[in-house]
DNA sequence: ATGAAAGCGCTAACAT
DNA sequence: ATGTTAGCGCTTTCAT
């Protein structure tokens, strides 16, 4: 181990700028002194140290993932994207999770303290905004700072977010178009971003088609499985009829009331039309309708604006990524003729 | 930003040597000159440079992952143990994802070459050890190799596994119990370990309980949900009576094995039982008896093991992690009463 | 086209 | 207890 530049130097006699612009394929070498360095570079088996070069270059090739979680599809699947783009140019990951415990704000603010990253992608700020100090050292350092899933504020920060407003007006309008007037909504928790578009966008749809979204019809969930279930056991245990249809703000609440109602004995789609929205992988087995996010596409954008960025490039703040309908068996519909498309692929400069 | 140790310096007037002492914790340093060097660390906003550290040290604090894949609840948790005990250590993750693109070796062989990790977790090797290349090449550099669920030989690796063949036997056991004796298999693929060690586990049980696994009884797999479906439709078209029980290898495989079955009307468990193993979260909603894999733990106790090699201590070299066997309705027993252990947690040394 | 030399920001002997 | 100094391995002016 350990063999360095000056190995190499010692080995050919060139010295160690030669060497280094051979590493780094300036063109100011002649072909004959390149041929012999790298032959004696591959006979050495010499790799450039990367503190070294980070040190001296004042830059790194590190990207730096931040995310709440890991452990559901959905980071997962962005994380995903996020590789890909990352290993197409020779970008690496680094990678931190908050799980409840420590804070993002603290894990973005170390990994750019220590200046060891050229970019910053950061899911589902607890915070509408990054914190302004995080923001100010980012600029100062030209670290490009990429917020997912929430678009953000300030001049500094690009965003990738998905149409949350057309998928749920989208999903709104499937049920009004197969003649659904009494529809229940378990939305997310107030403060969500997510959940309060996808709120506003029931809203529109119903508003729309002059369908009231009555005080009882809407129940409070968390966006956590054992909230949906919650939220269907009060509606059962009301006495009053259940709504016709019912759509949970997201796929785990609507898992959660599906295990509810199947313990009950209630039956879906006959008795009652359950849906959800993101599009997880469990809502396939259960034949779930529900609208699909494009995570790892999300991924993608966030990387690709980074390293746009990082390399000195332009790119739009926000961008606003289309989600999708998918319909299956619990909505009662033919899931053949109505997989249609909800939102567009906007870009805001 | 760049605030540097010298900045430090100039404004305390001490010397880099005092300062870093502080840095460090050094019990070198009087009470009086630590609490003036901190104030004005925190005046300054000053954060110790990684790169330069890294350098000066020569030892890193980034723990390296590299996985096949991470889209699937099998990497995930995984990952997410890793990450829980990294955190606790105050170590840093790198991950890079193979995707079936990049290989595994290579990101390994890289890492190692750049001296810029501590050590090193890889997941699933594709060849039964690692190149031997990498192994002494982490062994010169004191980089300890932990490899995930496959064991490797070899004196430089640690390898933290679990027990499938006593998981695939106590699932074996569970079905021979409850009278199953037409017991078909829908193995995962030759080669893989996995799938090689749940072979022998259903073997052995069978074998114990006399009773035979015929040629036709058994399907072969790739542990991919296609495949469980294609297998369990190869079934379905010989005309002959399916097995009474049928134990798919993986969960992906049991779900591919269940949409079938549901297509074609066969209900589960009433004209067949299906189980699996690895217990996905999809295996909850299906309620399929399956057989649970602890892979949070995996990756604990991988990133333990690591951490602890890197701090100088002692560790086992195989860790081999229980399975349990989880019951649920697809098996058609009382879920209540047989939620047993299988396999206990052995260390070899 | 190549080399000499001065850093990059920190740590760690060694000296006092 | 504190300071001096020589690196760590690389990049990058500035000469030649």
Redesign the interface.
């Known amino acids: 181990?350990?063999t360095t530049l000056h190995d190499v130097c010692r080995k050919t006699g060139f010295s160690t700028a030669t060497v280094s612009r051979v590493i780094n394929n300036s063109p100011l070498v002649t072909k004959r002194t390149r041929t012999r360095v790298l032959k004696a570079i591959k006979a050495l088996?010499y790799?450039?140290?990367?503190?070294?070069r980070?040190?001296s270059r004042k830059r790194?090739d590190?990207l730096a993932v931040i995310f709440p979680e890991?452990?559901?599809?959905f980071y997962?699947?962005v994380?995903?994207g996020i590789?890909?783009i990352a290993?197409e140019h020779n970008f690496?990951?680094?990678?931190?999770?908050a799980?409840g415990?420590?804070d993002e704000h603290t894990l973005a603010l170390?990994s750019l303290?220590?200046?060891?990253v050229a970019g910053l992608l950061i899911l589902n700020l607890f915070e509408v905004s990054l914190p302004a100090e995080a923001v100010k050292?980012a600029a100062?350092?030209r670290v490009p700072v990429v917020s997912i899933d929430r678009p953000v504020r300030g001049p500094h920060v690009i965003s990738i977010s998905m149409d949350n407003i057309a998928g749920a007006a989208a999903m709104m309008n499937h049920l009004l178009a197969h003649g659904y007037r009494d529809i229940g909504i378990i939305r997310g928790p107030r403060g969500n971003y997510d959940a309060d578009q996808r709120w506003l966008g029931c809203q529109q749809a119903a508003a729309r088609a002059g369908v009231m979204l009555t005080e009882e019809r809407i129940q409070q969930g968390t966006f956590v499985e054992g909230s949906g279930r919650l939220a269907m056991e009060r509606w059962l245990d009301t006495g009053r009829p259940l709504p016709k249809a019912i759509f949970a703000c997201n796929d785990a609440m609507a898992?959660g009331a599906l295990e509810v109602l199947g313990e009950r004995g209630v039956k879906v789609p006959e008795d009652v039309t359950v849906v959800g929205f993101d599009d997880v992988?469990?809502a396939r087995?259960?034949a779930l309708t529900t609208v699909r996010v494009p995570m790892?596409a999300m991924g993608r954008a966030a990387a690709e604006a980074a390293i746009k960025r990082i390399l000195g490039g332009e790119t739009q703040q926000q961008h606003v990524l289309a989600t999708q309908l998918v319909v299956r068996r619990s909505c009662g519909c033919d899931p053949k003729k109505s997989k249609t498309v909800a939102g567009g692929d906007r870009m805001k400069g």
């Open positions: 181990m350990g088996g790799h450039p140290s990367r503190a070294a980070t040190l790194s590190m890991i452990a559901s599809g997962t699947e994380l995903r590789d890909e290993a690496h990951l680094t990678t931190a999770f799980h415990q420590r170390q303290n220590e200046q060891w050292l100062e350092q898992i992988d469990s087995h259960l790892r």
